[in-house]
T-cell receptor, first 115, second 111 residues
């Protein structure tokens, strides 16, 4: 079945540590995205990538980093510079065909808790 | 003012009721309007999308867009307990533009 796989589902981090969240898709989608979801704030865009080896900052990129070395993979690193990293992180992908809505397919999410 | 606003609820209705979920937005350039459903601890999934103004129906779900009022709605007929979820509206200017999400409305359908 085609879809997006995020891992780990739950992650605990001590203050000062970097952690990396994995996102893999087998949908052959060009674009991939990372969102952060906090209660009452909806989804906020962290980073997005429309092609391999290229990515752009979203609205809340500070304290995060990404890479896009393969079309299928878009890992997110939450660095120690991110002041409030406890949140639900969602990876998504879409076809950038230029017609129709930019429909996002989401993974199941990764919940990060800072101890 | 946030770009997209949505009453967070929670909204609680009896099974079989008609549910109305709404969003307002400030950017008149938005052309694509989407509704996503998110079950607890899961990723959102697309319910339906519309382009520009008008209505779109899919089974028990109807999406309406009123661009003159910058207001979109999702109606759920004959609501079921399985409809209990958070509903997120989302919109974008073009088909390849970034998508802006509302904060979501939490819905509970009571048997």
């Amino acid at each position: 079945d085609g879809g997006i796989t995020q891992s780990p589902k739950y992650l605990f981090r001590k203050e000062g540590q970097n952690v990396t969240l994995s996102c893999e898709q087998n949908l052959n989608h060009d674009a991939m995205y990372w969102y952060r979801q906090d209660p009452g704030q909806g989804l906020r865009l962290i980073y997005y990538s429309q092609i391999v080896n290229d990515f752009q900052k979203g609205d809340i990129a500070e304290g995060y980093s990404v890479s896009r070395e393969k079309k299928e993979s878009f890992p997110l690193t939450v660095t120690s510079a991110q002041k409030n990293p406890t949140a639900f992180y969602l990876c998504a992908s879409s076809i950038t065909s230029g017609s129709g809505a930019n429909v996002l397919t989401f993974g199941a999410g990764s919940r990060l808790t800072v101890l | 003012q946030k770009e997209v606003e949505q009453d967070p609820g929670p909204l609680s209705v009896p099974e079989g009721a008609i549910v109305s979920l709404n969003c307002t937005y400030s950017n008149s350039a938005f052309q694509y309007f989407m509704w996503y459903r998110q079950y607890s601890r899961k990723g959102p999934e697309l319910l339906m999308y519309t382009y520009s103004s008008g209505n779109k129906e899919d089974g028990r779900f109807t999406a309406q867009v009123d661009k003159s009022s910058k207001y979109i709605s999702l109606f759920i007929r004959d609501s079921q307990p399985s409809d209990s979820a958070t509903y997120l509206c989302a919109m974008s200017v073009t088909s390849y533009d970034k998508v802006i999400f509302g904060p979501g409305t939490s819905l509970s359908v009571i048997p």
